[in-house]
């Protein structure tokens, strides 16, 4: 999906995109930053209108007749203030079955797909969720961002038990477009073999991407052509 005919974000917008958000970090290629926890009453430039809230199940567990995993809610929004998108993904609704993974421990995630568009990164606690990442890295070519959580989502297999989910990412961008062809990687481990990684990827995760040219109207270039025209007429009168 593209997100097109967006105002683009001003010049005095782009100088100050590093500074202008509070308690949150640029995440540039090849750096690890803190993550850390804001709220729309201490970042307005996180308010806005949601245009693509999906959801798509992740099943960390191998077994057919058994299901351990979460929701990721694949959340776009377009900043009020900045005009420009944050992605805001988020796991949520844990299942877990038992199966062969026992309780489950999420230990992070990663999305691949952001090429290099500036990214500001933090979460907010003024929304659902439980834990939120303690640092985040980019790959060196600038397309993957990866969060860690230092404490584990855990995702218990009895229903009194610990079920955690993850808070809204905040990751504001300079992009104005986004089309749903990210993947999530999804890490973790299983109570039963805590040795083994459990790494599972999620199709379809919402990007930023470049936007389109916006195509002149048909009148535009009826316009052009005619004062063409006249620049031409007036051309000849000279050489004439």
């Known amino acids: 999906m593209n997100m097109t005919g967006l105002a683009p974000l001003c010049a005095a917008a782009l100088l100050t995109f590093g500074a202008s958000q509070a308690g949150a970090l640029p995440l540039t290629a090849g750096d690890t930053i803190a993550m850390t926890a804001t709220t729309v009453a201490e970042t307005p430039e996180l308010g806005g209108t949601v245009v693509n809230d999906g959801l798509i199940f992740a099943d960390l567990d191998s077994a057919d007749l058994f299901a351990a995993g979460y929701n990721v809610q694949n959340r776009v929004v377009v900043s009020a203030l900045l005009e420009t998108l944050i992605f805001a993904p988020r796991l949520r609704d844990p299942v877990n079955t038992l199966g062969t993974v026992g ?29 939120g990442p303690t640092s985040a ?25 610990v079920h955690q989910t993850s808070y ?73």
């Open 103 to 131: 309780i489950l421990y999420i230990d992070g995630f990663s999305i691949s797909g952001y090429g290099d568009f500036a990214v500001d990164a933090s979460y907010r606690t003024d929304g659902s969720g439980d834990v």
């Open 137 to 161: 890295s980019r790959s060196a070519d600038g397309d993957t961002l990866t969060f860690d959580f230092g404490f584990p989502l855990v995702n218990h297999y009895l229903a009194e038990e």
């Open 168 to 240: 809204f990412l905040s990751l504001v961008t300079d992009a104005t477009a986004f089309e749903n062809t990210g993947i999530m990687t999804i890490f973790g481990r299983g109570s039963l073999d805590p040795t083994t990684r459990i790494e599972v990827q999620v199709g379809g995760i919402a990007v930023p991407v470049a936007a389109p040219a916006v195509p002149l109207p048909a009148s535009a270039f009826l316009l052009i052509g005619a004062l063409g025209g006249v620049a031409g007429m007036k051309r000849r009168k000279r050489l004439g």
